[in-house]
């Protein structure tokens, strides 16, 4: 998919990789971004439609949809990442409904305009999906529960020309992880993988030189072999999903 052209809703965008994916994202030609944000977004370019939408808030993601005609591409980008040790569950909830069941909402609420494009879901996810980062263990769940997901609606969206691809995103130097000091990447780089992996079709897209040294594995391990075999159970109308 070229994005030159194509509507693109993003949400978390007002900064981090998000904010970088919507200066991306027009760089690239995009007719018309739609940047999610929770508090008002101030904007030059004039592609830019701000779209108020908590991500855990029902009624402000389907008013936020009511002002969207078409859509080609959603990234659910939105997220929290809160340090723990698992003892206090109000801390794991916040973050299942902000990173999973948030996205989820989001995807719902959206796939009606995505199946009339044929168009693309991409979720961010992280590496802490695939192997738990002990000091962030709420954080690493919700992220784990939003990559099945994603490969569950992939399954069951296929059939209707809807891609769902997962984004394997390494540190990358936001505000969310300030003060972990270890090698990040900046959001801009990262928001350029993230379109290339989307442009040439990669369904676990790895933008980034952490996430990159595992991608070749990734592809030909037993975990990716085993999600398409499991794939092929899926129903081939869907209609239950949104
Ligand atoms: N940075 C990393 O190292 C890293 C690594 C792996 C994956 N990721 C993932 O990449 C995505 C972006 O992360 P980031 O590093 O850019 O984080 P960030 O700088 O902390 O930005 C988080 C964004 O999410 C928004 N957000 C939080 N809760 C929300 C809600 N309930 N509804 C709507 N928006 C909400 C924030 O809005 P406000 O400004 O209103 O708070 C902000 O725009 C996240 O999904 C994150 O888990 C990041």
Do not use: C
Not at 125 to 130: E, K, Q, R
Not at 194 to 207: M, R, S, T, V
Not at 214 to 221: N, T
Request: no cysteine; proline share 4%.
């Amino acid at each position: 998919m070229n994005i030159t052209n194509k509507t693109v809703l993003i949400t978390g965008a007002n900064r981090g990789i998000g904010k970088a994916l919507v200066d991306e994202a027009l760089r690239r030609g995009a007719k018309r971004v739609y940047a999610g944000t929770r508090g008002a977004l101030q904007t030059a370019d004039e592609r830019v439609t701000p779209l108020t939408m908590d991500v855990t808030s029902i009624s402000q993601i389907k008013r936020a949809a009511d002002e969207v005609d078409s859509l080609d591409v959603l990234i659910n980008n939105a997220g929290i990442a809160i340090y723990d040790d698992l003892s206090n569950l109000e801390v794991i909830e916040k973050h299942l409904a902000v990173n999973f069941l948030g996205s989820l909402k989001v995807t719902h609420t959206f796939l009606p305009l995505l199946r009339r494009s044929q168009g693309a879901i991409v979720n961010n996810l992280s590496l802490v999906a695939l192997a738990a980062l002990p000091v962030i263990p709420a954080y690493s769940i919700s992220k784990a529960a939003a990559f099945n997901m994603t490969q569950s609606l992939r399954a069951l969206l296929a059939s209707q020309g809807v891609t769902v691809r997962a984004v394997v995103l390494g540190p990358i130097d936001t505000d969310m992880n300030r003060g972990f000091e270890i090698p990040k990447a900046s959001p801009e780089s990262a928001a350029v993988g993230i379109f290339d992996g989307l442009e040439k079709g990669e369904e676990d897209i790895f933008p980034d030189p952490a996430s990159q040294s595992m991608a070749e594995a990734w592809r030909a391990g037993a975990v990716k072999a085993l999600e398409h075999q499991f794939a092929a159970f899926a129903p081939d109308s869907a209609a239950r999903v949104g």
